[in-house]
T-cell receptor, first 114, second 115 residues
């Protein structure tokens, strides 16, 4: 799986949009970008994933650059409960056959300030 | 999304004892189960992968005789930490995988403290 680079930490004011960047310059054509987050002392939570088109769901938006070498996760209206470590992971889509576990980097510790 | 439970959520035990952690996928069948651990202020590290009815495969540095994994059914997997020592104190997280899902789900984790 391709390696990702994220800032160690970020602050964001409550109510504002939180934009979390991720670099994945060695991504291959059939690898997807996944985002998970982990709130303190809980298991990781899936947020969103995408291949090359921008994606949006009830939690967040994912913007992937045209060359797919980087992406940005956007939390449109951050709340205090969004304080967590956010992980950007690049991997192949599951095919239903054999699968590998996710490789977690250090992630970005997002702190939402009141 | 899928619902995953782990039991217990927190356990404290004496050095030398064994601890069993259960992971259940409540509304789907998991053909593959991943077990992770997370030491304080570190990221999740994959320990082992098991497929239902097969022996687990362990990551480098993880002792298979110490961390026993049973994946006897599609909805239940157990991780037993045998002869636990203080250095085994960690946050253990299971992650069942169903082939038809595009995302991987995680259990809420089990905090193990070995005295």
């Amino acid at each position: 799986d391709a390696k990702t680079t994220q800032p160690t930490s970020m602050d964001c004011a409550e109510g504002r949009a939180a934009n979390l960047p991720c670099n994945h310059s060695t991504i291959s054509g059939n690898e997807y970008v996944y985002w998970y987050r982990q709130i303190h002392s809980q298991g990781p939570q899936y947020i969103i994933h995408g291949l090359k088109n921008n994606e949006t769901n009830e939690m967040a938006s994912l913007i992937i650059t045209e060359d797919r070498k980087s992406s940005t996760l956007i939390l449109p209206h951050a709340t205090l409960r969004d304080t967590a470590v956010y992980y950007c992971i690049v991997r192949l889509m599951y095919s239903g056959g054999g699968a590998d576990g996710l490789t977690f980097g250090k992630g970005t510790h997002l702190i939402i300030q009141p | 999304g899928a619902v995953v439970s782990q039991h217990p959520s927190r356990v404290i035990c004496k050095s030398g004892t064994s601890v069993k952690i259960e992971c259940r996928s409540l509304d789907f069948q998991a053909t593959t189960m991943f077990w992770y651990r997370q030491f304080p202020k570190q990221s999740l590290m994959l320990m082992a992968t098991s497929n239902e009815g097969s022996k687990a495969t362990y990551e480098q540095g993880v002792e298979k005789d110490k961390f026993l994994i049973n994946h006897a059914s599609l909805t239940l997997s157990t991780l037993t930490v045998t002869s636990a020592h203080p250095e085994d104190s960690s946050f253990y997280i299971c992650s069942p995988l169903a082939g038809f899902y595009n995302e991987q789900f995680f259990g809420p984790g089990t905090r193990l403290t070995v005295l």
